[in-house]
């Protein structure tokens, strides 16, 4: 054992100035990302749903295809192919927002397609008995429940999705661990630095997990 | 976009060292392949045990399954694998002479170890209690409760989410690039940067994390038919 720590090089200054940009960009992306894939996801969720082979068979080849690939790999074609797209470069952060939306969305869809399917038939029956269209039956009766039942697992995503904005780092963007890097490069200190990040990131993950668990027993005893 | 047009004999090139990129990229495939498969083992083996810990009767184990658990799946993959890469040689100095190939396995095993340990303890958990108290009145000690009734069953019951762990852990390989294995993701980055064929290299890169995973989906599906108990649903 030879531990010789020493965080004193990690003032208030440097943390302000380049740690806090990483970390609001950190956040910024997995709301972005948490919100736009939670809609995107719906909506292809619902495609897969509909029956209609026209709209269940892409919805299904999308999800499927973005869950066989590694995010790296994801990261990396977004980063290589928009640019050719649009013609002009975009910025890494620009591309991780991007990507992070589109490729989450494959995985919220799965959470809310088991959302609408834990909602009982009947209550779509009932639905449509009172003279309610399809469009109308999914957003006043199954979605709302769909949000409620699968609430504890899409926050859940959620921390998993902040985890994974780390890789980020294949692309150079300025996140939280960038900036614990950006901090820490003068100072020659990498022990510090990387166990400085990991107990943030730790901080971070686990008091939303220990919420989400509060907030998972809550909601079980309302039902 | 300008007019794209494909030029796949970009594998065939020299990579200046003597070897085309198609051999670069095969050799890559089976560092992908070797690190999955020894982290795979190392993620088993800690996260049963890690698992098991947590659904036994005494306090202090099942505390050291659950902090165990909270620690690894609370930091980000690419932060522990800089963990193991900087910070763990540095404190263990006898550490420091293995190479980071090993360094990374057990980072993405003990990851992955977390994981595992929560589909022990719901698989072991999911038994009846009943199960548990037969084998201890039968005069079994707890061990071998633990090896002749309740693991037996658990282990089947958790085949599915271990084979998506198993497939997961192929995709995390890729999380290594940062430490410079070379494997199939830093192939990518490299070659995408010597050639300027990005969507060749990519397409042919992504091609085979598909095939890995789908080979690991068929692998975990025969194994789930070979041990299959009888009388239960979804037995055939």
């Known amino acids: ?223 | 976009m300008g007019k794209f047009t494909w030029d796949w004999q970009v594998f065939l090139q020299d990579t200046g060292g003597g070897e085309t990129y198609l051999r670069w990229m095969m050799s890559a495939w089976g560092w992908t392949i070797s690190v999955a498969v020894l982290s795979l083992i190392v993620a088993l083996l800690v996260g049963s045990l890690m698992g098991i810990l947590r659904t036994t009767p005494s306090k202090p184990l099942v505390l050291i399954g659950n902090v165990w658990t909270e620690l690894f799946r609370n930091i980000p993959l690419l932060v522990q694998i800089f963990l193991w890469y900087h910070v763990i040689p540095s404190i263990f100095l006898s550490l420091r002479s293995l190479p980071s190939f090993v360094l990374v396995v057990f980072a993405l095993g003990f990851f992955t170890s977390a994981r595992i340990a929560e589909q022990v303890r719901a698989g072991i958990q999911s038994l009846a209690q009943g199960q548990r108290y037969a084998g201890l009145a039968i005069g079994l000690t707890l061990v071998q409760t633990y090896r002749y009734v309740l693991l037996p069953m658990a282990f089947r019951i958790i085949i599915p989410p271990l084979t998506s762990e198993a497939m997961n852990i192929i995709k995390n390989t890729s999380v290594a690039f940062a430490v410079s294995i070379a494997e199939l993701t830093m192939f990518a980055m490299q070659a995408q940067e010597e050639t300027s064929r990005g969507i060749e290299i990519y397409l042919a890169v992504t091609g085979l994390y598909f095939v890995s995973a789908f080979a690991v989906n068929r692998l975990a599906a025969l194994i789930e038919r070979r041990v299959q108990v009888p009388g239960l649903l979804g037995a055939k």
């Open chain 1, 1 to 223: 054992m030879n531990l010789n720590l020493d965080f004193s090089f990690l003032s208030w200054g440097l943390i302000q100035s380049f740690i806090v940009k990483g970390l609001i960009f950190s956040v910024e992306l997995t709301i972005i990302a948490m919100l736009g894939g939670i809609a995107l996801g719906t909506v292809i969720a619902l495609m897969r749903l509909s029956g209609k082979p026209a709209l269940a068979l892409p919805a299904a080849a999308y999800v499927n295809v973005l869950r066989s690939i590694p995010l790296v790999m994801v990261i990396l074609w977004f980063f290589l192919v928009i640019p050719l797209l649009l013609g002009q470069p975009l910025g890494a952060e620009t591309s991780a927002i991007i990507t992070f939306t589109v490729f989450e969305a494959a995985y919220y869809s799965e959470i809310m397609r088991a959302g609408i399917q834990s909602v009982s038939k009947g209550q779509v029956a009932a639905g449509y008995a009172m003279g309610m269209t399809y469009a109308q039956c999914m957003k006043l009766i199954v979605l709302p429940q769909a949000f409620r039942n699968m609430l504890p697992v899409l926050l859940t995503q959620t921390i998993i999705l902040f985890q994974d904005t780390s890789l980020v780092y294949a692309i150079g963007a300025y996140d939280l661990l960038k900036g614990f890097e950006v901090a820490g490069k003068n100072f020659n200190r990498p022990v510090e630095t990387y166990l400085a990040a990991a107990i943030v990131y730790f901080v971070i993950c686990f008091s939303l997990s220990m919420a989400v668990r509060r907030l998972q027993k809550k909601i079980a005893i309302i039902r």
